[in-house]
């Protein structure tokens, strides 16, 4: 599979969907490390294995099932990706947000992103909730961005906008459920690195300095491709592990895993919450 999609490629993924769904999707869902559990209460699901999907990239990782699970949340049509591929996997970054243009191309408007990432505030512990405000694309400043090549017109403009890639009445839909359910939302800057090693003390002091909040291996690039198609955003992280600034604790990926048991239930409350009041 080639670094650059062509809409050849895209509009084959998608009609490989299509065929096998009748649901037109209006919100899409990109779930996690750790947070695969909403997929699993989806009304009347069709699920389809991301190898079934002509150039799909297909996840490597433990925590993420690699399945698109179709059907209906809140009475709301959406397509959910259980699990996801990440850049330090080894496809390009335009590879890894295929699905994303694959939602564009089947209907849906409206991305929410859901990720877990390490908590870089000090105020934040594992199992809390963080409302992505904005984020630190320090991949994209390196050279690396998933709109780099060819344009494609049609689904979008060769420079976007990015002043808000995250939706702002979104966003307040989302401290509404979350004050109503009880839940306390943080909210901060999310950074993006490639991964797959964790943070060093040194690397979390600069995320700190430069004004992230919460930091991991995903999410903005879909966010890029999906504001590039004019879709609205959504963005939850849930804070597996506390920054290792001294240098005093070992971080793991069971670790990141199990504190997503935690956070996937109040997710899935806000998610459900803000589904309802679309």
């Keep these: 599979m080639e670094s650059f999609l062509t809409m050849e490629v895209i509009d084959k993924a998608a009609d490989a969907v ?10 899409g869902l990109i779930l996690g490390s750790g947070l695969n559990a909403l997929a699993d209460s989806v009304a009347e699901p069709e ?3 991301y190898e079934e999907i002509p150039n799909f990239p297909a996840s490597t990782v433990e925590g993420h099932v ?8 809140e009475g709301v049509p959406a397509i959910v990706m259980q699990g996801r ?6 496809p390009s970054l335009a590879q890894i947000t295929l699905p994303v243009r694959v939602m564009k191309q089947l209907g849906v408007s409206t991305l929410i992103v859901t990720n877990a990432a390490g908590g870089v505030h000090s105020d934040f512990q594992p199992g809390d909730v963080m409302l992505i405000t904005d984020h630190l694309n320090l991949m994209g400043m390196t ?13 979008g403009p060769r420079f976007p906008d990015m002043s808000q890639p995250y939706d702002q009445n979104l966003a307040e839909l989302a401290r509404q459920v979350a004050a109503a359910e009880g839940i306390l939302l943080r909210e901060g800057v999310y950074v ?3 991964g797959p090693s964790f943070e060093s003390p040194a690397d979390l002091r600069f995320l700190r300095g430069a004004g992230a909040d919460a930091v991991g291996m995903s999410t903005v690039p879909e966010v890029i491709v999906a504001r590039h198609g004019a879709m609205r955003v959504l963005g939850l992280s849930g804070i597996s592990n506390k920054a290792n600034l001294d240098g005093s604790s070992v971080t793991t990926h069971d670790e990141v895993l199990a504190a997503g048991r935690i956070i996937a239930p109040k997710m899935e409350k806000i998610i459900r919450g803000v589904l309802r009041k679309l």
């Design 18 to 27: 299509r065929a096998r769904t009748s649901l037109v999707p209006k919100v």
């Design 47 to 49: 699920s389809i294995r």
């Design 66 to 73: 690699g399945r698109l699970v179709l059907g209906t949340l």
């Design 85 to 90: 591929v990440h850049y330090y996997e080894g």
């Design 143 to 155: 050279g690396h961005n998933p709109l780099m090549g060819p344009n494609l017109e049609a689904l």
């Design 192 to 194: 993006w690195l490639s």
